[in-house]
């Protein structure tokens, strides 16, 4: 690594962090004004408001990096550029792909420094964010959703007519055990109810039926016989009232290996809703490569002296991150809908920008 390797490398950092800060603290007193008033009906002190952006802050902050690290890049290559730096090193001998080396280093530092965090430290704080807004700002969330079907273990299957989580209460409620696709066994109750102290479900008014197979020579006949009934038992099922809370960006408390545990139990049960958490998944994993193809469309538009200064590259630098949200955003939301692979939609935009980087590299003057 050469000198002029670490000048920019140390350029490209010292600029990313700064602009993580000063848009962070931009988006914090932004964010402030809007929930003042919810602060001061709850009744909170600083500390806790603290508390709160204290976890605010770094959730932000990664969800920015990728714009960020394509700002940053391109407001130190524009004022090399404008100091006619660029020109210095590629007079010397450097080739624009030997210039490029640096860039793609610090992308390298970022783009795994960012995929950590967001991956498995962010994840862990967003849940004590989460929990802050549905105390304080988010309305009282009411589970709406009626007859309720889900497979909650291997050939178990349950029904629900409805839940209220407010009580923690099911109704009409429907166990049935099969074996070898045929129903062996079927449990029903008036109503369960979820018992804290226990951590048990109480079924009340409940029954509990045996269908025994009888063959004969010409054909085979079932025989449904009730084996017990009561009026209360406490019963331990593969189901909890979290499975019945508000899911919205649940995704955003999970770390990479939780998501996979959670994708696969939504799978297994048959739960609307997995794209969501899929499309979560491969953007956390494609996020490190949107950081080298914006770093390099950031050098491409910024490494060309103008006369009118630099304005005119952070301008568009701006411009085309402004175009990358809005087909990021797009393309989840496509996703999220089921109307596009969450493959797809985490990794189209990298696709996209970098066949026109690509093109920029080729055709555009440097």
Do not use: C
Not at 68 to 88: C, D, H, K, L, W
Not at 100 to 129: D, K, T
Not at 262 to 281: M, N, P
Not at 316 to 332: D, K, N, T, Y
Request: charged content about 20%; hydrophobic content about 45%; cysteine-free.
């Amino acid at each position: 690594m050469k000198i002029i390797d670490k000048y920019i490398i140390k350029k490209i950092l010292t600029t990313f962090f700064f602009v993580v800060v000063m848009l962070a603290a931009v988006i914090v007193a932004i964010d402030i004004t809007e929930k003042v008033d919810k602060f001061s009906k709850n009744n909170l002190d600083t500390l806790t408001i603290m508390g709160y952006y204290q976890d605010f802050v770094p959730w932000i902050a990664g969800f920015l990096a990728p714009i960020t690290v394509f700002i940053a890049v391109v407001f130190v290559t524009s004022q090399m550029a404008g100091r006619t730096e660029i020109i210095a090193i590629l007079s010397s001998g450097v080739s624009f792909r030997r210039f490029l080396f640096p860039y793609f280093l610090a992308s390298a530092v970022i783009g795994v420094l960012s995929f950590f965090l967001n991956g498995w430290v962010i994840p862990q704080s967003n849940r004590s964010r989460l929990a802050f807004q549905a105390k304080y700002f988010d309305n009282v969330y009411y589970y709406e959703k009626r007859n309720v079907h889900m497979q909650i273990e291997p050939n178990v299957y349950m029904y629900l007519q409805n839940y209220n989580n407010q009580s923690n209460t099911g109704y009409q409620f429907t166990l049935e055990r099969f074996d070898n696709n045929k129903l062996v066994e079927k449990l029903t109750a008036d109503n369960i109810a979820w018992d804290s102290t226990k951590n048990k479900w109480n079924l009340r008014y409940w029954k509990i039926k045996k269908v025994d197979s009888i063959f004969r020579v010409t054909s085979k006949a079932e025989k449904v016989h009730l084996a017990r009934e009561g009026a209360s038992m406490d019963t331990t099922i593969a189901l909890s009232p979290k499975d019945f809370e508000n899911d919205n960006r649940q995704y955003d408390g999970m770390t990479i290996p939780e998501l996979n545990q959670h994708i696969a139990k939504l799978k297994f049960r048959g739960s609307t809703g997995v794209e969501q958490y899929e499309v979560e998944k491969q953007i956390r994993f494609s996020s490190p490569f949107t950081i080298f193809v914006l770093v390099f469309m950031g050098v491409i538009v910024s490494s060309r002296k103008s006369r009118g200064g630099t304005g005119f590259q952070i301008a568009l630098g701006f411009l085309l991150s402004f175009v990358f949200i809005l087909f990021f955003m797009m393309s989840r939301t496509f996703a999220e809908t089921g109307s596009l692979s969450p493959v797809v939609a985490a990794w189209i935009p990298n696709i996209v920008f970098a066949i026109i980087a690509a093109f920029m590299f080729k055709y555009v003057p440097r």
